[in-house]
């Protein structure tokens, strides 16, 4: 299973950003996608999820400013980031998974891409 991430940028604190993650191929559908971060030094943590039926779940830091979205035809996920903040910075990860229970978890992710670094200056 094959993910790609991209968008990733150089952008100062309010700016927005776009994320894009090429999905697993002909069974993306069926796939819970996930989107995590992971700062220098810190662990990877839990940004955004959406199910397999668009049911969208969100970590309490980027609700409000984060849009995570799916479009099954073209095996795409992305990741609408507005009002950045420099604690926003991180490299990005999508990752895709079998079944919802433990969205928010690493572990329950078997397929991740490369990521993508996100920038934010002050």
């Known amino acids: 299973v094959q993910l790609q991430a991209s968008g990733g940028g150089l952008v100062q604190a309010g700016d927005s950003l776009r994320l894009s993650c090429a999905g697993p191929?002909?069974?993306?559908?069926?796939?819970?996608m996930g989107w995590f971060r992971q700062a220098p030094g810190k662990e990877r943590e839990f940004v955004a999820a959406?199910?397999?039926?668009?049911?969208?779940y969100y970590a309490d830091s980027v609700k409000g400013r984060f849009t995570i979205s799916r479009d099954n035809a073209k095996n795409m996920v992305y990741l609408q980031m507005n009002n950045l903040k420099p604690e926003d910075a991180a490299v990005y990860l999508c990752?895709?998974?079998?079944?919802?229970?433990?969205?928010?978890?690493?572990?329950?992710?078997?397929?991740w891409g490369q990521g993508t670094q996100v920038t934010v200056s002050s």
């Open positions: 990752a895709a998974a079998q079944g919802l229970t433990g969205y928010s978890s690493v572990n329950k992710y078997g397929y």
């Open positions: 191929g002909r069974t993306f559908s069926s796939y819970t």
């Open positions: 959406v199910s397999w039926g668009g049911i969208t």
